[in-house]
């Protein structure tokens, strides 16, 4: 029987000698990974440090919440216009100065004496990281001196992406515990000064792409993204039929369809309209919204479960996340190898399948149950990443000239953010829907069969490029 599979890599002999630079371009790919696993961590780091910082700095319970929305509003409104700076001025140029402003606002907001001091921090910070993340993957693909190099900088890339959210839980357990949750802020700042200090030295900067800068669409991207992220943002508490939410995304589409109309029209656009049209690309896109959305949405429920109904501790609660980024970072040295075999669609296949049933299995869960019951599903739930994160991402960079990396990974990781202000939001939702006073699992068990729905629409995305594959006849097929 032939095989049909999603194209991979040339399995082209091992080369016997490493290319002239690859200690340079080694250092220079960890350099970079270091810097987006910092801006990853501070997505989910200070989740187990809010009842601290809620008592610290005297939140209101409806304002706690924007300790983390407005990172999550600033980072994923912002990544697209993020993507075409790089595009434009040069990715480390852009790289260099996001991570400058995303590390001085890590230590404005530890040394914040109020809510509204630390609000606007994260905010900003929310900035500085979109500002940075889009050259990430740029500037990890330009470094790698060979293919197999590029494949393993993207499993890390990966890894580092969907590990991260679990890590800064258990980051952010261990620092508020032993020290204080202000540490959870403060610990970026000898990270980034690491970074800005040796980037330069070990990573070369791309060349700029002379061009008029899309100011029509810039507006229209930001502030579509932005009002979209901030009604699902307010969903939960203001409901789904307020005003505010539906006139922030109603306002969110407008400003959508501008921006297409506008991307058709110019010379040097934000978001070029090619990306968009590959079955393979847009389907991966989805692929990595609904899976991250159900991730993001399981951190919030299973936080709240750990602490309230088991009463761990900060600490404690972050180490039990453990089996998922040490799952997710074990298969990140496994996953290029596979994918040079198998292809990337066998792997998205049985990731997404993987996290499906292993929604389901927490959304089974009984009365009585403890950390042993949860522990398989936290489990399954990284393996299940670890397998299709990687894949993901290479199908979306697949066929992208270099000079609009900078444009896709900003699409790519907008989609991701959205996915998970899109999943929270409504898992959130579902839970606040069927809450029952003492009994947590109640609610929490519909918002997990909701995560399996989101899991599963992704499982339906992978199934059409699967069937799209089935008249097919050749081995390697692109699928655009």
């Known amino acids: 029987m ?46 187990v440090a809010l009842p601290h910082i809620s008592t610290d700095l005297s939140f209101s319970p409806a304002g706690l919440s924007w300790v983390l929305n407005g990172y999550t509003l600033a980072f994923g409104g ?61 500037l990890l693909t330009t470094s790698a001196p060979d293919e197999a190099a590029r494949n393993r900088a993207l499993g890390l890339f990966t890894a580092v992406s969907s590990g991260g959210g679990a890590l800064g839980l258990i980051l952010g357990g261990i620092l508020t515990d032993l020290i204080s949750w202000r540490w959870t802020l403060f610990i970026n700042v000898p990270i980034g000064l690491f970074v800005l200090l040796t980037v330069r030295r070990f990573v070369t900067e791309t060349p700029r792409r002379p061009g008029r800068f899309d100011i029509v669409g810039a507006i229209a991207a ?41 991307e058709r029209r110019v010379a040097h656009p934000l978001l070029r309209p090619s990306l968009l049209r590959s079955h393979r690309r847009v389907a991966s896109l ?29 600490l404690t609660t972050g180490l039990a996340f453990l089996p998922m980024p040490a799952s997710i ?16 669609l066998p792997l998205i296949l049985v990731g997404t399948t993987g996290m499906t049933l292993g929604f389901l299995r927490l959304a089974e869960l009984g009365s009585g149950a403890g950390y042993v019951d949860v522990f398989p599903s936290l489990l399954t739930l990284g393996i299940s990443a670890g397998l299709t994160f990687m894949p993901i991402t290479s199908l979306v960079l697949l066929g992208v000239e270099p000079e609009h990396a900078g444009s896709a990974s900003g699409l790519l990781q907008t989609m991701q953010q959205l996915g998970g202000s899109v999943g929270l939001a409504v898992i959130a939702s579902v839970y606040a829907a069927n809450a029952v006073p003492g009994d947590f699992l109640h609610g929490a068990r519909y918002g997990f069969g909701a995560s399996a729905i989101l899991a599963g629409l992704a499982l339906v995305s992978a199934l059409t490029l699967a069937a799209r594959l089935i008249p097919r006849r050749s081995p390697r097929v692109a699928l655009d």
């Open 286 to 314: 989805a692929i990595m919204a609904t899976f991250y959305g159900g991730m993001m949405a399981m951190f919030f429920l299973m936080v709240q479960f750990l602490e309230d109904d088991l009463g761990f501790s900060p």
């Open 78 to 138: 912002l990544l697209l216009l993020g993507g075409r700076l790089g595009d434009v001025f040069g990715r480390l140029r852009v790289f260099w100065l996001g991570l400058a402003v995303f590390t001085l606002f890590s230590l404005v907001g530890g040394l914040a004496q109020s809510a509204e001091m630390l609000v606007v921090s994260r905010a900003l910070q929310g900035v500085g990281a979109a500002i940075a993340a889009p050259s990430v993957l740029a």
């Open 222 to 262: 930001t502030g579509g993204a932005v009002s979209v992220v901030w009604g699902l943002i307010g969903a939960p508490d203001h409901g789904w039929g307020s005003v505010r939410t539906i006139g922030a995304l109603a306002l969110g589409v407008v400003l959508i369809a501008i921006l297409a109309v506008t």
């Open 329 to 344: 970072f074990t298969l990140s040295r496994i996953t290029p190898r596979l994918v040079a075999r198998f292809g990337q």
């Open 2 to 47: 032939t095989s049909t599979v999603l194209p991979r890599a040339h399995k082209a002999p091992l080369p016997s000698d490493l290319p002239p630079n690859a200690g340079r371009a080694a250092a220079g790919i960890f350099i970079v990974l270091i810097a987006q696993l910092m801006l990853v961590l501070d997505a989910t780091v200070v989740n």
